[in-house]
């Protein structure tokens, strides 16, 4: 019977069946007979029609057929079926309950042939999710970007669900999955959920599977629900760029670095096109194999600030546009600013033999810089100098004093965090030290973090080597003093020194630099507690402000594009950020996400859902009123105008 029952409506409402017993009074209303007033006419010719009622009026005569009695019938019957809320049962679980996660990472917003991208294909399918909802179905939209976003509650109102689809937009950063497993188990809390659906074209972080040496994506998420997991087509080929680095090659000028990718469905070709301030640098046409990068150099003037912007023009059908374009500031090219006290010896030594430093003070004691790039110095009276990255020498910071105190006795480096920017490739094993940094009584090293340092190097009873963070600046403590070490006879010194400066460098963008991607703009440095104008790429603007340290940060950027921070009608900056993510360029797509426990395999089959029918018998219903209607007010026949 199995054949059968697919051409077997199901109902979900059987008591709508006992409208079926209004049949019984409507027959009997037709079978009653009418009460008429009597009157004495001359003749019955003309009223043959009245005897004929009189007759079928009559108990137990012959009922004579009607045709408005069997529209009434008619009429009823289909109510009746429209009660009961027939539906057609498709192949799917019916869940009260059901979270639908939506990819909306960049590659969602990828095109094919017929200029469908794969979000509308993914928002066609879950339209006849919401249409073939059952009254005790309720759905909730989750939007899977950068971060996870719920679109709706629990909900069964289907043009709800419709808006919220036809607002959602792709946005130009890669998917973080988790984050919408993690929204899902968080409200499986309150309500039974059993099942979760993903729609995604399957670009997530991959790995090679052990097994086939397919690519599979890792997922770190204990599943607390199973999911199903239906993968979008990918839409064809497509070229990007997915890295835009420069490197001060010489004082005077930058070298810049682009890489290009392609997917790998098949072979791209593009023109490459680099500006700076809106001047063209150089171009260059290349042609890349199925799955092939190649990395493009220009040499770009350091002797002042430039605005870098690259393009692709692809040749051909080139499924994403996101990515075909980045931005890049370089600032001008000038020494690094230095101040280190005359005392310090051993430290303006190592400063002094680097090419590109400036060290204050001068001989003359003079201090031309405001604001330096780096600050050395074993006067606490420093603390105070701005700079990005300052090296306090035997300087204990005030708020650490109740903590911890320093005796003249030997101290001996226990463990240093050999990965630490400033302690990379120093060997700090054999360093004699002649001042003892002690903790005092009842401190641990989590009362020294929780006042925002971090613990660089141990000493045997103490902290020896400290950082903190402040704001987009950093601050070393070296708690003893190099100088009552052997430290600067080691040959780690001079490479300790190296490493203070290339961070410095660094933070002050004069070495390497690198493309911002969507995401997060970077945090940017300017006045204190003072509110600007973001200008969004679409033209769209919000209100940000700085904090007490001057950082403006946490501005979203999940689109690509031009950023403009303005101070009432006057451009401050202008930051530009692209997608630059090789996996959402490569198009690469999985077919299998491994979970902790478990691997979810993607769906080729779609699931058929409930298909309701009581709208159908509804909309009969409703025409074989108006044909009633129709039928009781048409003129009698034989009569004339």
């Known amino acids: 019977m199995s054949w059968l029952s697919s051409f077997i409506p199901s109902f979900f409402n059987p008591i709508g069946a006992a409208l079926f017993a209004l049949l019984i009074p409507i027959i009997i209303f037709y079978f009653l007979k009418l009460r008429r007033t009597r009157v004495e006419i001359s003749s019955l010719a003309l009223w043959q029609q009245v005897i004929n009622d009189q007759r079928v009026n009559a108990p137990f005569q012959k009922f004579k057929r009607n045709f408005l009695l069997f529209l009434q019938l008619l009429l009823l019957c289909l109510v009746a079926l429209a009660a009961m809320q027939p539906y057609w049962k498709g192949n799917a679980e019916q869940l009260t309950y059901l979270p639908i996660l939506i990819d909306v990472s960049a590659s969602m917003g990828s095109v094919d042939q017929e200029g469908d991208t794969r979000l509308d294909l993914a928002k066609a399918e879950i339209l006849q999710i919401v249409d073939g909802l059952l009254p005790d179905q309720k759905l909730t939209l989750i939007a899977v970007g950068a971060s996870a976003r719920r679109l709706t509650e629990f909900t069964d109102n289907k043009q709800v669900l419709k808006n919220a689809l036809a607002k959602l937009k792709v946005q130009d950063v890669p998917s973080n999955v988790v984050d919408g497993l993690r929204l899902a188990q968080a409200l499986s809390r309150t309500q039974e959920i059993k099942t979760v659906r993903f729609y995604s074209d399957g670009n997530l972080p991959t790995k090679p599977n052990p097994a086939t040496g397919k690519l599979m994506a890792e997922v770190d998420f204990d599943l607390p629900f199973s999911v199903d997991f239906f993968q979008i087509d990918s839409p064809g080929n497509n070229i990007g760029i997915t890295a835009l680095n420069a490197r001060r090659a010489t004082p005077e000028a930058w070298d810049v670095f682009l890489r290009v990718e392609g997917a790998g469905s098949g072979s791209t070709e593009s023109k490459v096109i680099l500006k700076a301030n809106g001047e063209l640098v150089g171009d260059e046409q290349i042609v890349l194999g199925p799955g092939e990068a190649q990395r493009i150099i220009f040499k770009v003037d350091a002797q002042s600030a430039q605005y870098l912007e690259a393009t692709l023009e692809p040749v051909g059908h080139d499924a994403l546009q996101v990515d075909n ?173 190296a490493n203070i400066m290339t961070e410095a460098m660094q933070r002050a963008s004069l070495t390497e630099l690198r493309a911002p991607s969507t995401g997060v703009l970077p945090a940017m440095e300017l006045a204190k507690e003072k509110t600007y104008r973001v200008t969004l790429p679409d033209g769209k603007h919000e209100r940000r402000s700085t904090n007490e340290k001057g950082l403006l940060k946490g501005i979203s950027a999940t689109m690509a594009g031009e950023y403009e921070i303005r101070d009432g009608g006057e451009l401050v900056t202008k930051v530009g950020v692209g997608l630059l993510n090789a996996t959402e360029t490569r198009l690469e797509t999985v077919e299998t996400i491994t979970f902790n426990e478990l691997s979810v395999e993607a769906e080729r089959e779609r699931l058929l859902t409930d298909k309701p029918l009581w709208t159908w018998f509804a909309a009969f219903a409703f025409v074989i009123l108006l044909v009633e209607w129709w039928y009781f007010q048409k003129k009698p026949t034989g009569i004339p105008d």
């Not at 005359?342 to 201090?367: K, N």
């Not at 009873?461 to 003093?481: A, E």
């Open 325 to 497: 374009q980045t931005w890049l500031n370089l600032p001008k090219g000038r020494d690094v600013d230095v101040f280190c006290p005359g005392e310090l010896t051993t430290f303006r030594h190592a400063l002094e033999a680097l090419e590109g430093v400036d060290v204050f003070p001068l001989t003359d004691g003079s201090e031309n810089a405001v604001d330096y790039d780096l600050l050395i110095s074993d006067k606490s009276g420093d603390l105070g100098k701005p700079a990005g990255v300052s090296v306090f020498i035997g300087v204990v910071p005030e708020d650490l004093k109740t903590l911890v105190r320093i005796e003249d006795e030997s101290a001996e480096v226990v463990d240093w965090q050999r990965d630490a920017q400033i302690l990379q490739h120093v060997q700090l094993k054999d360093v004699v030290i002649s001042e003892l940094p002690i903790k005092n009584e009842g401190v641990e090293d989590i009362h020294i973090e929780e006042l925002g340092y971090k613990i660089l190097a141990h000493g045997n009873r103490g902290p020896l080597i400290l950082s903190q963070r402040d704001g987009i600046r950093i601050k070393y403590y070296l708690l003893f003093h190099t100088d009552r070490s052997t430290l600067p006879y080691r040959v780690g010194f001079p490479v300790l020194v």
